[in-house]
Nanobody
Framework: EVQMVESGGGMVQAGGSLRLSCAVS????????WAWYRQRPGKERTLVAR????????FYIDSVKGRFTITKDNAKNTIYLQMNSLKPEDTATYFC?????????WGQGTQVTVSS
């Protein structure tokens, strides 16, 4: 059974930091590209950042460039999202999945709330 377990969310003030983790099990992930997505209240889920597992090639949407960093731990099959200088508009539920996403891989997500 494939499982994505996201964690690390919370409530922070603007300017604060959080580190999200996504532990992947039940799947060989080294050959895939993995990504973090977020879903703001009342909005569709959108890509935030992606990382190609084999060569660490990373992509970020413009609004998080320079603030967020996506990394991985090969031994732990875990993907991270370090989020610095958080803004209220970063408030969302954050999910990890492959890129392109597989509908069978969505986990529960982790909530990030940034207050002004």
């Amino acid at each position: 059974e494939v499982q994505m377990v996201e964690s690390g969310g919370g409530m922070v003030q603007a300017g604060g930091s959080l580190r999200l983790s996504c532990a992947v099990s039940g799947l060989t992930i080294w050959y895939l590209t993995w990504a973090w997505y977020r879903q703001r209240p009342g909005k569709e889920r959108t890509l935030v950042a992606r990382l190609r597992w084999m060569d660490n090639d990373a992509f970020y949407i413009d609004s998080v460039k320079g603030r967020f960093t996506i990394t991985k731990d090969n031994a732990k099959n875990t993907i991270y999202l370090q989020m610095n200088s958080l803004k209220p508009e970063d408030t969302a539920t954050y999910f990890c999945n492959a890129d392109p996403p597989d509908d069978d891989y969505w986990g529960q997500g982790t909530q990030v709330t940034v207050s002004s």
